[in-house]
């Protein structure tokens, strides 16, 4: 995408002088956000050490939220940011020098310069933007029983199903995979004469607990809801491959990644659900990386108190364990949200780099909101932190940024710069050109339909010859078996074998031995997609229950 002009390179560098000094705008080495009495600088070697930014409605934190989006975007580093209003669409055209801003800038000692972001914008939906899609094999039991609300049990039978699809090489790609292994696994009373084809699943899920009729019936429905709520569209392939994230242009910029969030948001927990599980991806597809001079992605979580709300500890307990190590892996997580009190205190205590715009103490919350706001500041002996937080205006905040040792900057009253591109939602045409020019158009926008649990099931239900002794469970190495057991005469059940057919027997379960891996592993690539990526070895879960790929 062509860009307009792009703004002059800075002279010079932050300072810590107590004179003020004229702001020109980002450096080699960080970003500028605002002034006050001083230039409010984000340094990008401490971006990865993470953020927040909190306020009220209508205070500024999207503009923010912009500004610190362009910022990284300029210096090369990409984004990712939920729009749940669809104002930070406007990121993705030319901004427009209204007085307001050109009169803000020149405050500043800066020299406004009109300017535009490549954007990627995706959505859940596929209605706004390139579908979004992850496989249920991908999310795991614990962020799908999340997504469920499920109770314990529920959440244990749950288990008890992704352990039978790894253990049997059945891979869960989308919801009517599950809901078949769920039906699977449901006891059923054996009657005379008549052969259960998934006699073996039954079986094996009872060994891992008491799997009732109404626990699966209770998480089928619950599977319904969420199915109406949309989840059916994001769980299928292509799944979505997170590089496609991890993009620059051809100047070298950063690509804002858009998620958009309006319909996504009247789901709050698939929404929050969604953004964690791809958090979780990150913190396992890449590799540990140390602190690097700029960060290798930036991810912003908004209306981030919808993570947290209800979250079970164990869950809280993984979140601050990603939040905490990601860091090294050259990722910088920014929440935004109303009430720093929204986030837990061990994540809290993670964020380093602080934007918090005004806070109204109408009630007894919002003044301990207000207290705890002050408290998470380094003090200002020229502030009163407090009171100031409830006096800022529209586009002003309290800043406190990670200075070069690591330790957080004394907290500085600024007004934020103004944006370069758009400020506000851009129109249904635009979006549909920038999505006809997206690098990544046709990759995700057709749904691939492989075979998968659903149809292996349905095809050992139709089957009617068997494909193995009673009770083999059907599995690969018994079908081979059988196949070359027939040939040679050993696959005999009773009676004294020959001496020919007690040779070919042993060379049977040689060969077969050996080659069986290869078989796997070849079948494995021919599948493709999701499937070749987990059959013919062991599922490993990350942190989150997430799929191991390394």
Do not use: C
Not at 79 to 96: M, N, T
Not at 322 to 347: A, H
Not at 461 to 478: F, Q
Request: glycine content about 10%; hydrophobic content about 40%; aromatic content about 6%.
């Amino acid at each position: 995408m062509a860009k307009a002009t792009k703004q002059a390179s800075a002279s010079t560098s932050p300072t810590t002088a107590s004179a003020p000094q004229p702001a020109v705008g980002d450096t080699d080495t960080a970003l500028f956000i605002g002034k006050g009495d001083q230039s409010a600088f984000l340094t990008l070697s401490l971006a990865n050490r993470h953020g927040l930014v909190t306020g009220a409605t209508g205070t500024g934190k999207t503009v923010t939220l912009q500004v610190m989006a362009e910022g990284f975007a300029r210096a090369g580093v990409p984004v990712f940011a939920a729009d749940i209003k669809g104002d930070l669409s406007g990121i993705s055209e030319v901004g427009k020098a209204n007085d307001f801003i050109l009169n803000r800038a020149k405050g500043m000692g800066l020299t406004f310069q009109p300017d535009q972001f490549s954007t990627v914008f995706w959505d859940v939906f596929g209605e706004q933007g390139h579908p979004v899609r992850a496989t249920v094999l991908e999310m795991g039991p614990l962020l799908l029983s999340r997504m469920l609300d499920l109770n314990d049990v529920q959440e244990g039978v749950l288990n008890v199903a992704f352990r039978l699809a790894d253990e049997n090489h059945l891979p869960l790609l989308d919801m009517k995979d599950l809901r078949a292994l769920l039906d699977a696994m449901i006891p059923v009373p054996a009657k005379a004469g008549e052969d259960d084809p998934l006699a073996a699943l039954r079986t094996a899920a009872q060994a891992f607990g008491n799997v009732t009729k109404a626990t699966v019936g209770t998480i089928q429905r619950q599977l319904l809801v969420l199915e109406n709520q949309g989840a059916d569209k994001f769980f299928g392939e292509p799944a979505l491959e997170l590089k496609d994230f991890m993009r620059t242009d051809s100047d070298g910029r950063g690509m804002v990644n858009i998620l958009v969030a309006d319909k996504l948001m009247q789901s709050p927990k698939l929404y929050a659900t969604f953004l964690l599980w791809m958090l979780s991806e990150l913190f396992e597809e890449l590799p540990e990386v140390g602190d690097l001079p700029k960060p290798k992605l930036v991810f912003f979580f908004d209306e981030a108190h919808l993570l947290f709300n209800d979250a079970p500890k164990s869950l809280m307990d993984k979140i601050e364990q990603v939040v905490r190590l990601i860091r090294s892996k050259g990722v910088g997580v920014y929440f935004v949200t109303q009430n720093p009190i929204d986030v837990p205190d061990k994540v809290l205590a993670q964020l380093g780099n602080r934007v918090q715009h005004a806070l109204r103490a109408f009630t007894p919350r919002d003044q301990k909101a207000v207290q705890a706001a002050a408290q998470t500041f380094r003090p200002n002996p020229a502030l009163n932190t407090a009171q100031v937080i409830t006096e800022l205006g529209k586009g002003e905040a309290l800043v406190s940024f990670l200075e070069g040792n690591g330790t957080p900057a004394m907290v500085e009253r600024i007004l934020v710069r103004p944006p370069s591109a758009r400020i506000g939602p851009i129109t249904p045409e635009e979006r549909k050109a920038i999505i006809a020019a997206s690098p990544v158009k046709g990759k995700y926008d057709t749904t691939i339909d492989s075979d998968s649990a659903y149809e292996m099931l349905q095809k050992r239900l139709t089957e009617t010859a068997a494909t193995g002794e009673p009770g083999s469970g059907g599995g690969l190495l018994d079908h081979i078996g059988s196949i070359v057991g027939s040939v040679f005469g050993t696959s005999t059940s009773r009676g004294r074998l020959t001496t020919g057919q007690l040779i070919a027997r042993n060379v049977t379960r040689s060969v077969t031995n050996k080659v069986v891996g290869g078989v796997v592993a070849d079948l494995g690539k021919s599948m493709g997609g999701s499937i070749g990526s987990s059959i013919g070895r062991s599922i490993v879960r990350g942190a989150l229950g997430g799929l191991l790929r390394r």
